[in-house]
């Protein structure tokens, strides 16, 4: 059973993380302003705007800034500022025996994938797949709502797109886990490895070409990454071509599995991007079109 960390109270602190490429200075006070109209303080490193090349500083600097944050007191949640790349670097880096004994929120998309599945993986603790500080600025109401509710509240709404679209019928349970296709697939073989076995996997991607997308997803299944997976959700696949043959890939990926397939999430690059619990127990019904956490 994963850890779950606790909710969140109005005037609670918010660390900020850059743990991949640098940002823009405005998008990223944007995203601040939002935060603090929610009722919270931000916790922001001094040296955050730090550039090398395409990353946000050194490897060591953005891994040290994370466990620091992670073992801050004072700070109650941890939010990445920016995907791009970079987070797959710093894993080797991470205290994850601190971040284990000091369970928060955390939270990042993208290329922060990278993270939320070796935080989840090594601390057992529950993460969440939402939005990072660069994309909150410009979001949408519902990015937002979600975002606030997840933070505020001890009940987890359940999730019922409103494009939602059946790709395979059936029921499953399991936690949730999953993000960035492109980011997960570069993980394989590493020693943080997916293995998505008796998990709901939510896969989203963002400008990768559909046989890109057949080549990802062919790798993973020959690496044994999807063997005993529960059940399939799909986030937005944003400027990845027409969505038909996205879907047509995925079914013909998993056509020997009998598991259930739920299209249309609200989840990823896209807007809206919900904040999606992962670690956490749910119950996927792909006819009634349907993710909800126990």
Not at 21 to 50: A, C, H, N, Q, W
Not at 169 to 177: L, M
Request: net charge positive; proline share 5%.
């Amino acid at each position: 059973m994963a850890l779950i960390p606790s909710r969140l109270m109005p005037g609670d602190t918010v660390g900020i993380a850059a743990t991949a490429s640098p940002f823009d200075d405005d998008l990223f006070y944007r995203g601040i302003e939002i935060l603090k109209s929610m009722g919270f303080r931000t916790l922001v490193p001094e040296d955050i705007f730090r550039k090398k090349g395409y990353l946000a500083g050194s490897d060591a600097r953005r891994a040290r800034v994370l466990n620091r944050l992670f073992a801050d007191p004072e700070v109650k949640a941890v939010m990445c500022a920016r995907g791009g790349f970079g987070s797959m670097r710093i894993l080797p880096m991470l205290d994850f025996e601190a971040i284990r004994k000091n369970p928060k929120i955390f939270i990042g998309f993208s290329d922060i994938s990278a993270l939320l599945w070796g935080i989840y993986r090594k601390c057992g603790l529950a993460v969440f797949h939402g939005p990072v500080i660069t994309t909150l600025g410009d979001a949408d109401p519902k990015t937002r709502e979600s975002l606030s509710a997840i933070l505020l509240s001890d009940r987890i709404p359940e999730i019922k797109p409103e494009k939602g679209i059946t790709l395979r019928s059936g029921t499953a349970s399991g936690p949730v886990t999953g993000g960035n296709l492109t980011t997960l697939c570069h993980l394989t073989g590493t020693a943080f490895s997916p293995d998505f076995g008796e998990h709901i996997l939510l896969l989203e991607d963002r400008g990768e070409a559909a046989y890109r997308i057949d080549r990802m997803l062919t790798q993973m299944k020959l690496a044994g990454c999807f063997d005993r997976l529960a059940g399939l959700v799909l986030g937005s696949f944003e400027n990845c071509g027409r969505a038909d043959e996205i879907f047509r890939i995925v079914r013909n990926i998993f056509k020997e599995k009998k598991l259930p397939i739920l299209a249309g999430i609200d989840a990823g690059h896209g807007m809206p991007n919900i904040t999606v619990p992962f670690g956490i127990r749910a119950d996927l019904d792909a006819d009634r079109q349907v993710l909800s956490f126990s």
